[in-house]
């Protein structure tokens, strides 16, 4: 299945950290990963210094002028609202209603996306030049819109490996109808876990997968399971944006030089458009993962980082923005670490002592130039092959692709070389 459908599937929805549509959300990917499991945190509920918050939905949004016209009409644009606005129903003036409408000043045609989940507000979003055209009369409000007591709901896929040792992988799925941010790592992420079934159904390593609300789902998740988190992840990944193909981001974890860290590098290791952002430019789940006392290793993995794309957090980041390319793309990155970690030569070891003879082997040209490089890299591979470093470790060390690094040990283990 092409990983943009599930995009496609989820777009149109009004979600936000607890919602129906959030809870279809979850049941569209317990659907295509039925060994999911659900964890639920009451509203109300104290996590850390956090309050659970309602559940909130929304039924309709409007304004109408005087002749009742509707200027603004949240069926067709589910972006045009606060999200958690309180209800309300009134005629106001124009002075008051601009008070109250958000808009974006370096995209004039697109309506931004806005929430006020912790202060009791209302609002809506809509592009600046629709804003400027607002005539002077009076404008009738409403929003319908209900809060009540539920649960936050968090999506867990566990994988026992025979290995306790485990690596997590953390994306959010709180966000209405923007494709980038973030149903595209949503998507990505069901993708990975699909091909971690099938291709390592006995995988050595154990793995650990969430998909929840930003920031209160990853602290709420945290304050539930830190000790076992603590004790087993090796190495984790906050997944956002993954959609566009127009550059690769890292976000390094607080600490750096993590094996996250290491991982990421080695994988995007070569790509044109790389950008390596310090744990200054965090913003999304790895701001809880990495907290001091949590220290957990988690690096971020982006596309396009979010601040950092015209189209973040507006309208503009529709389907049209994202790519199946550009999610195969951020999928293969993902899978090649998975690859790596999984080789049974995660830590290569020579087998000779001194330098094998690559030529009889036919891995090295044993006459002209043409084929030096590539027998130097396998050189280059084969010194640091001790047996104490990780093919992470090695890929950045010889200065060699992830992709690449697996296929010389795949190609080495052939020749029994490692
Ligand atoms: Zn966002």
Same mark, same amino acid.
């Given at each position: =299945?092409?990983?943009?459908?599930?995009? !496609?599937?989820?777009?149109?929805?009004?979600?936000?950290?607890?919602? !129906?549509?959030?809870?279809?959300? =979850?049941?569209?990917?317990?659907?295509?990963? *039925?060994?999911?499991?659900?964890?639920?945190?009451?509203?109300?509920?104290?996590?850390?210094?956090?309050?659970?918050?309602?559940?909130?939905?929304?039924?309709?949004a409007y304004i109408m002028? *005087?002749?009742?016209? %509707?200027i603004l009409?949240f069926?067709?644009?589910?972006?045009s609202i606060v999200y958690h606005s309180s209800p309300v129903k009134k005629w106001i003036s124009r002075a008051e209603l601009l008070k109250k409408i958000h808009y974006?000043?370096?995209?004039?045609?697109?309506t931004p996306?806005v929430t006020s989940?912790?202060k009791k507000d209302w609002g809506f979003c809509m592009?600046k030049?629709k804003v400027?055209?607002l %005539?002077?009369?009076k404008y009738f409000v409403s929003i319908?819109t209900?809060?009540?007591?539920?649960?936050?709901?968090?999506?867990?896929?566990?994988?026992?490996?025979?290995?306790?040792?485990?690596?997590?992988?953390?994306?959010?799925?709180?966000?209405?109808? =923007?494709?980038?941010?973030?149903?595209?790592?949503?998507?990505?992420?069901?993708?990975?876990?699909?091909?971690?079934?099938?291709?390592? *159904?006995?995988?050595? +390593?154990?793995?650990?997968?969430?998909?929840?609300?930003?920031?209160?789902?990853?602290?709420?998740?945290?304050?539930?399971?830190?000790?076992?988190?603590?004790?087993? &992840?090796?190495?984790?990944?906050?997944?956002?944006?993954?959609?566009?193909?127009?550059?690769?981001?890292?976000?390094?974890?607080?600490?750096?030089?993590?094996?996250?860290?290491?991982?990421?590098?080695?994988?995007?290791?070569?790509?044109?458009?790389?950008?390596?952002?310090?744990?200054?430019?965090?913003?999304?789940?790895?701001?809880?993962?990495? $907290?001091?006392?949590?220290?957990?290793?988690?690096?971020?993995?982006?596309?396009?980082?979010?601040?950092?794309?015209?189209? $973040?957090?507006?309208?503009?980041?529709?389907?049209?923005?994202?790519?199946?390319?550009?999610?195969?793309?951020?999928? !293969?990155?993902?899978?090649?670490?998975?690859?790596?970690?999984?080789?049974?030569?995660? +830590?290569?070891?020579?087998?000779?002592?001194?330098?094998?003879?690559?030529?009889?082997?036919?891995? =090295?040209?044993?006459?002209?130039?043409?084929?030096?490089?590539?027998? %130097? &890299?396998?050189?280059?591979?084969?010194?640091?092959?001790?047996?104490?470093?990780?093919?992470?470790?090695?890929?950045?060390?010889?200065?060699?692709?992830?992709?690449?690094?697996?296929?010389?040990?795949?190609?080495?283990?052939?020749?029994?070389?490692?």
């Amino acid at each position: =299945m092409r990983i943009k459908r599930t995009i !496609e599937d989820l777009f149109y929805m009004p979600r936000s950290i607890i919602s !129906e549509p959030t809870r279809k959300t =979850m049941r569209y990917i317990k659907k295509h990963i *039925p060994k999911i499991s659900i964890i639920k945190f009451k509203s109300g509920k104290k996590v850390f210094d956090w309050v659970v918050p309602n559940e909130w939905n929304i039924n309709d949004a409007y304004i109408m002028e *005087p002749n009742g016209k %509707k200027i603004l009409d949240f069926r067709k644009n589910l972006l045009s609202i606060v999200y958690h606005s309180s209800p309300v129903k009134k005629w106001i003036s124009r002075a008051e209603l601009l008070k109250k409408i958000h808009y974006d000043d370096k995209l004039p045609n697109a309506t931004p996306y806005v929430t006020s989940y912790y202060k009791k507000d209302w609002g809506f979003c809509m592009p600046k030049n629709k804003v400027k055209k607002l %005539k002077k009369h009076k404008y009738f409000v409403s929003i319908d819109t209900t809060f009540k007591k539920s649960f936050l709901e968090i999506g867990e896929y566990f994988k026992k490996g025979k290995q306790k040792k485990e690596i997590f992988f953390s994306t959010y799925i709180c966000h209405p109808s =923007m494709a980038n941010d973030n149903l595209s790592s949503l998507a990505v992420q069901i993708h990975l876990i699909n091909y971690l079934e099938k291709k390592y *159904p006995k995988s050595n +390593f154990s793995y650990r997968f969430v998909f929840l609300p930003e920031t209160i789902g990853s602290i709420s998740y945290l304050s539930k399971k830190i000790t076992i988190l603590k004790k087993n &992840m090796i190495m984790g990944f906050a997944l956002s944006c993954l959609g566009d193909d127009n550059q690769y981001s890292i976000i390094s974890s607080r600490h750096g030089k993590q094996l996250s860290d290491l991982a990421l590098n080695s994988a995007l290791k070569g790509k044109k458009k790389l950008v390596k952002f310090s744990y200054l430019d965090r913003g999304s789940d790895e701001r809880q993962y990495c $907290y001091p006392g949590v220290d957990l290793p988690v690096t971020g993995f982006c596309r396009s980082r979010f601040h950092s794309f015209k189209e $973040y957090h507006t309208d503009k980041d529709d389907l049209k923005y994202v790519s199946e390319k550009g999610l195969k793309n951020s999928f !293969e990155i993902l899978k090649n670490i998975i690859d790596a970690i999984e080789n049974k030569n995660f +830590f290569p070891k020579n087998k000779f002592l001194c330098e094998p003879n690559l030529g009889k082997r036919g891995l =090295m040209s044993t006459i002209g130039k043409k084929f030096y490089k590539k027998g %130097k &890299m396998i050189k280059n591979f084969l010194v640091y092959a001790d047996g104490k470093r990780n093919l992470f470790e090695i890929s950045n060390t010889i200065n060699l692709n992830l992709n690449d690094t697996i296929n010389i040990t795949n190609k080495l283990n052939e020749n029994k070389l490692i």
